[in-house]
């Protein structure tokens, strides 16, 4: 009989209804957009970093992982490291940033193809001329790009030479000697990545070269893949807590909006019942269950709205922004909503179960 009454009511304002779980919805999809990017993100970095098949990273002294300087180390540093005992490649990077979370990155290629075993190449060829450029399917797609078209970028026209396959260091690839030119970084270098040779203790290896170099922050890249976690970025882990409250608050709020509305529509109904002998915990549990399907129904279209997300981010930005559906979180997501919309429905249900019936009856 509760479960007529509630979904009579929800049917009876089916755009009220509507409109709360849209709302709630937004709500969940914010929550499950932001830690699918932040997981979606790291993922990806991880996964370039692992594509240069390098077994050790030398940064400049005084950086670490997430904050990469753009070219501090002297280019020598590259031959220094690979006549260390133990070291089979040592391959030299340039890093500069043109725009927003957007970097160019400069390479030896020859060296770093026997390191990596290549680029996969979806179409064109590999860099033949300074002036060649290689971006990767996710950046092209973004920028709308071809292989023979001139893109600009540092003040530099460039020739779109190949487009890659993602996931090998970097979207945007030129060559190293004509990058550092053009930005002022001439015999500079960003990092270097070290390859051992087979059958090297990688960890005695990073021992002696920090004996040798004691101010350079030396990384395996076991130890790099495994920093690209939420909980190793400094701050995104708060400001991940700080958007769920955010959530939390927005769905309290438009439940409880949604709600007060819908017991000061009630009146007069809520009287009815309560003259029929309806008691005030009858009358509690209409309005709560009802706020619970709402926050339910909202979940669920809050999780279909994180796939259109998705979907979006993968069509429009793909290059910039990246975005992993996180099945783990859907239960939590459901569950911040659904307290959100209880903590919002409980003054309005309150307030009608002690309501007098002859006050309500006679409310206009």
């Given at each position: 009989m509760i479960n007529k009454l509630v979904f009579a009511n929800l049917m009876h304002r089916p755009i009220r209804s509507l409109l709360g779980i849209v709302a709630i919805g937004v709500v969940v999809c914010m929550m499950l957009t932001l830690v699918g990017l932040s997981r979606g993100m790291l993922g990806a970095s991880a996964a370039r970093a692992v594509g240069v098949g390098a077994d050790i990273v030398v940064r400049p002294p005084g950086t670490s992982l997430m904050a990469l300087s753009t070219a501090p180390l002297n280019e020598k540093l590259v031959d220094f490291l690979k006549s260390q005992p133990g070291i089979r490649l040592s391959v030299g990077q340039v890093v500069f940033p043109i725009g927003g979370i957007d970097t160019i990155t400069g390479i030896p290629l020859a060296p770093f193809d026997e390191m990596s075993g290549g680029f996969t190449y979806i179409s064109g060829h590999t860099i033949q001329n300074p002036d060649d450029i290689l971006v990767d399917e996710y950046y092209a797609r973004q920028k709308k790009l071809k292989v023979g078209d001139t893109l600009n970028l540092i003040n530099h026209d460039w020739k779109v030479a190949g487009i890659i396959g993602g996931g090998k260091l970097a979207r945007v690839v030129v060559d190293i000697k004509r990058l550092q030119e053009l930005t002022g970084n001439e015999q500079r270098i960003?990092?270097?990545?070290?390859?051992?040779?087979?059958?090297?203790?990688?960890?005695?290896?990073?021992?002696?070269?920090?004996?040798?170099?004691?101010?350079?922050?030396?990384?395996?890249?076991?130890?790099?893949?495994?920093?690209?976690?939420?909980?190793?970025?400094?701050?995104?882990?708060?400001?991940?807590?700080?958007?769920?409250?955010?959530?939390?608050?927005?769905?309290?709020?438009?439940?409880?909006?949604?709600?007060?509305?819908?017991?000061?529509?009630?009146?007069?109904?809520?009287?009815?019942?309560?003259?029929?002998?309806?008691?005030?915990?009858?009358?509690?549990?209409?309005?709560?269950?009802?706020?619970?399907?709402?926050?339910?129904?909202?979940?669920?279209?809050?999780?279909?709205?994180?796939?259109?997300?998705?979907?979006?981010?993968?069509?429009?930005?793909p290059a910039s922004l990246t975005q992993v559906l996180v099945p783990d979180w859907w239960p939590i997501a459901a569950g911040v909503s659904l307290l959100g919309a209880l903590l919002g429905t409980l003054y309005p249900a309150l307030r009608a179960a002690k309501q007098d019936p002859i006050e309500a009856l006679s409310y206009e």
């Amino acid at each position: 009989m509760i479960n007529k009454l509630v979904f009579a009511n929800l049917m009876h304002r089916p755009i009220r209804s509507l409109l709360g779980i849209v709302a709630i919805g937004v709500v969940v999809c914010m929550m499950l957009t932001l830690v699918g990017l932040s997981r979606g993100m790291l993922g990806a970095s991880a996964a370039r970093a692992v594509g240069v098949g390098a077994d050790i990273v030398v940064r400049p002294p005084g950086t670490s992982l997430m904050a990469l300087s753009t070219a501090p180390l002297n280019e020598k540093l590259v031959d220094f490291l690979k006549s260390q005992p133990g070291i089979r490649l040592s391959v030299g990077q340039v890093v500069f940033p043109i725009g927003g979370i957007d970097t160019i990155t400069g390479i030896p290629l020859a060296p770093f193809d026997e390191m990596s075993g290549g680029f996969t190449y979806i179409s064109g060829h590999t860099i033949q001329n300074p002036d060649d450029i290689l971006v990767d399917e996710y950046y092209a797609r973004q920028k709308k790009l071809k292989v023979g078209d001139t893109l600009n970028l540092i003040n530099h026209d460039w020739k779109v030479a190949g487009i890659i396959g993602g996931g090998k260091l970097a979207r945007v690839v030129v060559d190293i000697k004509r990058l550092q030119e053009l930005t002022g970084n001439e015999q500079r270098i960003s990092q270097v990545f070290l390859k051992v040779q087979q059958g090297t203790d990688v960890d005695a290896t990073i021992t002696q070269l920090k004996e040798k170099l004691p101010t350079y922050p030396i990384y395996s890249m076991k130890e790099v893949v495994s920093f690209f976690a939420v909980e190793n970025v400094p701050g995104l882990g708060p400001f991940v807590n700080v958007i769920i409250g955010i959530a939390v608050l927005v769905g309290f709020l438009v439940v409880f909006l949604s709600m007060y509305t819908a017991v000061l529509e009630r009146t007069r109904e809520i009287g009815i019942l309560k003259s029929l002998g309806a008691s005030p915990t009858l009358i509690l549990r209409i309005i709560l269950r009802e706020s619970v399907i709402l926050s339910l129904c909202g979940a669920v279209a809050g999780i279909l709205l994180s796939f259109a997300s998705r979907w979006a981010i993968d069509i429009f930005v793909p290059a910039s922004l990246t975005q992993v559906l996180v099945p783990d979180w859907w239960p939590i997501a459901a569950g911040v909503s659904l307290l959100g919309a209880l903590l919002g429905t409980l003054y309005p249900a309150l307030r009608a179960a002690k309501q007098d019936p002859i006050e309500a009856l006679s409310y206009e």
